[in-house]
């Protein structure tokens, strides 16, 4: 049985994929959903104070060497980048980004996005703590299309992120040691990038300009944002990802 982990952004647990992985469970996946480092829900705050992006990696990368063959790897947002991190590190069936954050050289293309990270290093520039989630920025970019009910049970789940991991990720510009950097060349394995028409956190622009990077496919969900994972239309995001596989799986054959 193949294995699938889906790795899930800044701020959340691997319940953000309790939609999602439905689909892949009922194709015969094995699908893993692991919280990231100081993320499960007993982990106090301090459990992200000083964690990099490159522990974020290393973390997925050993699961996904644990496990029995190649897995398909899949990350949204935040965990788009580690996951793109960790494909240079593990061996993978396929790569699948779902609003991914860019990795390292690869600049947003609007102006929400520079807003973001200038408001990130504005908090406490030289801070490693943990950052709190802003709920009125998930209400307007990250969770917009969700219902309002559905949208405030999401943020009441929202845990404390690593200071320094959003730096790392969001200002890379100020990062001498190129955290985030995924390295020159398309990826060992297949992958795909895919981005929401009307996400303003990581636009379709900028979901291309990653997809490039790293040599992947690179698609766009009509009237969806951020939330792929569970906002409406994510069976939609389902059926293009396992008609891809099966794609890549038959040209492999």
Known sequence: MTSIVMVHGAFCGGWAFERLRTP???????????????????????????????????????????????????????????????????????????????????????????????????????????????AGLMRSYSLDRMPAAEREAVIRRLKPESGRAVREALNWWLDPFMTTSVGPGRLAAPALAIAGELDVVHPPATVRQTAERIGATFEVMPQMSHWLPGEPGWEDIADSVLRWLSDEARAAA
């Open 24 to 134: 892949f469970e009922a194709a015969g996946f094995a699908v893993h959903t692991p919280d990231l480092r100081g993320h499960a829900a007993a982990d106090g705050p301090d459990r992200v104070i000083g964690v990099s992006m490159a522990d974020y990696a290393a973390d997925v990368a050993a699961l996904c060497e644990s496990l029995p063959g190649a897995p398909i790897l899949v990350g949204h947002s935040m965990g788009g980048l580690v996951a793109q991190m960790a494909a240079r590190r593990a061996k993978l069936q396929a790569l699948v980004l779902l609003a991914p954050t860019p990795p390292w050289g690869v600049a947003g293309s609007s102006l929400e996005e520079g807003i973001t990270a200038l408001g990130i290093q504005m908090m406490s520039p030289f801070s490693s703590g943990a950052v709190e989630p802003d």
